[in-house]
């Protein structure tokens, strides 16, 4: 079946523009995760949904980042006032209930670039 | 708060070599501990895992084995091989939460 899969692939803006990156899970997957991933650095966590609520939000950085998942399934991330230093790739992940031991599965990524 | 330490790459083997790349971790109580593949121009995807004390995780000729004694959590392969070449992630999942904390990530060449 498919997997999580993101878009854009690629995101180009300049410093101080708001943005929204994509996220569609597997298919009946109720828990979806943010991270984000700077070059040479592992994943950095920022938001998990469980359904449609946000149950962690605590990896977001500021309140420029907000996260949505208004139907328990795509999810959108939003950055405001977009700053350079937010250039990173975002994933999003998905896991079948969200459980310690469920296997989070990764999308491919968006890569974001703040001129 | 939780955390985990790899060693530093690059990590450059010659094709049928011995793999160790470290992983050491802290936290409290009893974390899942998980191995993270990214080949070139991929996805992150699983690898292996180990949800107790003494548990070894395997897949693809890869084991690690959770010690808790030593909080650590080394991934080992017998025989490399040029397909293996990629960056390896170590993390692990506390009991507390759902989110995962990775490492920084190990990059492994493996020359012909």
């Known amino acids: 079946g498919a997997g999580v899969s993101q878009t854009p692939s690629n995101k180009v803006t300049e410093k101080g523009k708001y943005v929204e990156l994509r996220c569609d899970p597997i298919?009946?997957?109720?828990?979806l995760y943010w991270y984000r991933q700077s070059l040479g650095q592992g994943p950095e966590f920022l938001i998990y949904?469980?359904?449609?609520?946000?149950?962690?939000d605590s990896g977001l950085p500021n309140d420029r980042f907000f996260a949505v998942r208004p139907e328990g399934s795509v999810s959108t991330l939003k950055i405001q006032r977009t700053e350079r230093g937010d250039s990173a790739v975002y994933l999003c992940?998905?896991?079948?209930?969200?459980?310690?031991?469920?296997?989070?599965?990764f999308g491919p990524g968006t890569r974001l670039t703040v001129l | 708060g939780d955390s985990v330490t790899q060693m530093e790459g690059p990590v450059t083997l010659s094709e049928e070599a011995f793999l160790t790349i470290n992983c050491t971790y802290t936290?409290?109580?009893?974390?899942?501990l998980f191995w993270y593949v990214q080949y070139p121009g991929e996805g992150l995807q699983l690898l292996l895992k180990?949800?107790?004390?003494?548990d070894k995780g395997s897949n693809k000729g890869f084991e690690a084995t959770y010690r808790k004694e030593t909080t650590s959590f080394h991934l080992e392969k017998g025989s490399v091989q040029v397909s293996d070449s990629a960056v390896y992630f170590c993390?692990?999942?506390?009991?507390?939460?759902?989110?995962?904390?990775f490492g920084a990530g190990t990059r492994l060449f493996v020359k012909a």
């Open positions: 298919s009946g997957h109720t828990a």
């Open positions: 992940a998905s896991s079948r209930a969200g459980g310690l031991i469920d296997e989070q599965f």
């Open positions: 936290a409290t109580g009893y974390p899942s």
């Open positions: 949904f469980q359904g449609t609520g946000a149950a962690d």
């Open positions: 993390a692990l999942r506390g009991t507390g939460g759902f989110k995962t904390i």
């Open positions: 180990a949800t107790k004390a003494d």
